[in-house]
Every structure is written in structure tokens, then in C-alpha cells.
């Protein structure tokens, strides 16, 4: 089956626009996380969606937003970009049952010049 | 949330067996042990996940011991494709509830040939 998939896979923003991305789970999937990773900071959580609601946020301002459509796809949205939020954005799907492996796609690399 | 502590590199030849070790002392009774691999600029990929004695499935093998306070993942005749970021997290059980995986820094490991 299809695995995650993420757009686009590449993205380049002046500082103080706003961005979005998307990512489709895994048919079936029904939470779906975001997360950031840069070089300095490494994995950092987002947020998570489970069935059109955020049930879990990490540590990010408030530039950092994100929804879910009733079909399971999320986007995440950034808004008043600044230079340090160049970094690799990873989306991830999991059933929540059972096998809690989550399945990541290949991300979106935005960078902010 | 347990932390865990992995070493920062390892080197092995081609053909070895590579056994990376974590240590996560303060896990909780409902926590599970997980470890993705990450290739360069892609998303992790879910190996493997135990929560006792050994799990082994085709691309890997996981020993924890009974105090549960250490893993070790195990790749059997490593390749150069094996070239990776391995990361160990303790994910807690929460049945259908929410709950973020939270990254350290991981195990950079080289294959030489």
C-alpha cells in the first residue's frame, strides 16, 4: 500500500511569508503527527491530529498551526517565516492499534532565505 | 517521559554484527522500547518494538533484560546500506490515546567496507 506522502518535497520562503504543507497518511491511518528537524535541535515534535482534532502539541510558537480534513490529510502551516525555521518537516501516520511503529514520509526540506 | 542514552557513533566492516545499546533507567511499567533507523534527508523508518526478552523480526533482533532498564538492538552481517542513524525511544502505552515519540540524538553508525 501507498506509504506517507508529503508535499512538496522542496520549498524556499523569504522571511515573513507564511507556508503549507501536506501530508497524506497511510489509508486507513487515522493520527497523524508533524515533526521538525534541524541539524542543531535534531527531532523536535509538532503536534498530533486524530480524527480532525489536536490532541497533542509540542513546544513551538504559535506561527506553528495545523489541521486535519475528515479523509485523514493534514496540513501544517507556518506562518511570519523566520531563517531559523529552515529545517527538514516530517509528517508520520499510525493506526494507533496495536503496532504503535509510526510511518514517516520523506518530509518537505523548506528553506528560509 | 523515559530518556534514553545511546552511544554517538560506531564503526563496523561489512559482514559484522552490530549490537547497539541504550539505556532508558527510568522506564515506566506500561513503556515500550522502540528504534527507528534515518537515512540522510528521509524520515525514520520503524524497525523493530519489545517490551521484554527478545523480539526478532527480518531486518533486526531486540534483547531486553529483565529489569528492562537497557536494550540492544542487534543487526545481524551489516552492509553498507546500513549506513544510518539508529534511534532507541520508550514509547509509553496509552491503548487509543495520544502520545509523541521523542528522539535523542541517536547512534550514527558507519559501515566500512
Known amino acids: 500500500k501507498a506509504g506517507v506522502t508529503q508535499t512538496p518535497r522542496y520549498l524556499i520562503k523569504t522571511r515573513g511569508q507564511q507556508v503549507t504543507l501536506s501530508c497524506s497518511p497511510i489509508s486507513g491511518h487515522r493520527s497523524v503527527s508533524w515533526y521538525q528537524q534541524t541539524p542543531g535541535q535534531g527531532l523536535q515534535f509538532l503536534f498530533e491530529y486524530f480524527s480532525e482534532t489536536q490532541r497533542n502539541k509540542g513546544n513551538f510558537p504559535g506561527r506553528f498551526s495545523g489541521r486535519q480534513f475528515s479523509n485523514s490529510r493534514s496540513e501544517m502551516n507556518v506562518s511570519t517565516l523566520e531563517l531559523g525555521d529552515s529545517a527538514l518537516y516530517l509528517c508520520?501516520?499510525?493506526?494507533?492499534?496495536?503496532?504503535?511503529?509510526?510511518?514517516f514520509g520523506s518530509g518537505t526540506r523548506l528553506t528560509v532565505v | 517521559l523515559a530518556k534514553t542514552t545511546q552511544p554517538i557513533s560506531m564503526d563496523s566492516y561489512e559482514g559484522q554484527e552490530v549490537n547497539i545499546t541504550c539505556s532508558h533507567n527510568n522506564i515506566a511499567t506500561n513503556d515500550y522500547i522502540t528504534w527507528y533507523q534515518q537515512f540522510p534527508s528521509q524520515g525514520p523508518r520503524f524497525i523493530i518494538q519489545g517490551y521484554k526478552t527478545k523480539v526478532t523480526n527480518e531486518v533486526a533482533s531486540l534483547f531486553i533484560p529483565a529489569d528492562r532498564k537497557s536494550s540492544t538492538l542487534s543487526l545481524p552481517r551489516v552492509s553498507l546500506s546500513d549506513t544510518a542513524v539508529y534511534y532507541c525511544?520508550?514509547?509509553?502505552?496509552?491503548?487509543?490515546?495520544?502520545?509523541?515519540?521523542?528522539f535523542g540524538k541517536g547512534t550514527k553508525l558507519s559501515v566500512i567496507p
Open positions: 508520520a501516520s499510525s493506526s494507533v492499534e496495536g503496532n504503535y511503529g509510526y510511518t
Open positions: 525511544l520508550v514509547v509509553p502505552y496509552s491503548g487509543a490515546g495520544s502520545y509523541q515519540l521523542t
